[in-house]
């Protein structure tokens, strides 16, 4: 399975203002995701973070407040911005290949808005 | 109502007993399921991995599905406190366009 390294692993932020997370993975993906875990609730899916050109974002996420970048098949940034204390969550990046069923996530980022 | 429901427990055991955790879904389409387990503060890792209906082994592991009910279910033999951990079912359609997680199960396993 591919090594996904995220970073931050956690970061306290103030009010509006904006932190933005890598994703780096030991090799190149077909897919790469990014989902958000809120406490005692299931992953929910931001968007898929697509090569070269815009991410696919899931309803009720919009490019504004979680833009995302992704230059090539092993890394991919998402953004949180003008920050509120409602985005405090664990957020996740994860990679699958286009081949492979399987799901594989990174170690997450344990987000505070203050 | 949810694709997929899991009771969030927690649920406490002593080592050595035979766990058991379970999903249900309403989504007759989901023909991949899968199990992850979750440490505090690190990101889920894959622990079981089946396709359709039956039963998969892995060491002290079994992972159940039975399509027919719409559940899948997790069985751990010989817990050990290193098994203490959030456990969360996921679900996909053929084309793998999307996974539906269930909210996990916090289960605990005393020494």
């Known amino acids: 399975s591919a090594v996904i390294s995220q970073k931050p692993s956690r970061d306290i932020c103030q009010r509006g203002t904006s932190l933005t997370i890598q994703c780096q993975v030991d090799s190149q993906v077909t897919m790469m995701f990014w989902y958000r875990q809120q406490p005692g609730q299931s992953l929910t899916l931001i968007a898929t973070a697509n090569q070269g050109s815009e991410a696919t974002y899931e309803s009720g996420f919009v490019i504004d407040k979680f833009p995302i970048s992704r230059p090539n098949l092993t890394f991919s940034t998402l953004t949180v911005s003008n920050m509120s204390p409602e985005d405090s969550s664990i957020y996740l990046c994860s990679v699958r290949d286009r081949n492979d069923e399987k799901l594989f996530f990174g170690s997450g980022t344990q987000l505070s808005v203050l | 109502q949810k694709e997929v429901e899991q009771d969030p427990g927690p649920l406490s055991v002593p080592e050595g007993a035979i766990v058991s955790l379970n999903c249900t879904y309403s989504?007759?389409?989901?023909?991949?399921f899968m199990w992850y387990r979750q440490y505090s503060r690190k990101g889920p890792e894959l622990l079981m991995y089946t396709y359709s209906s039956g039963n998969k082994e892995d060491g002290r592991f079994t992972a159940q599905v039975d399509k027919s009910s719409k559940y899948i279910s997790l069985f751990i033999r010989d817990s050990q406190p290193s098994d203490s951990a959030t456990y969360l079912c996921a679900m996909s359609e053929a084309n793998f366009n999307k996974f539906y997680f269930g909210s996990g199960t916090k289960l605990n396993v005393k020494p």
């Open positions: 989504n007759s389409a989901f023909q991949y």
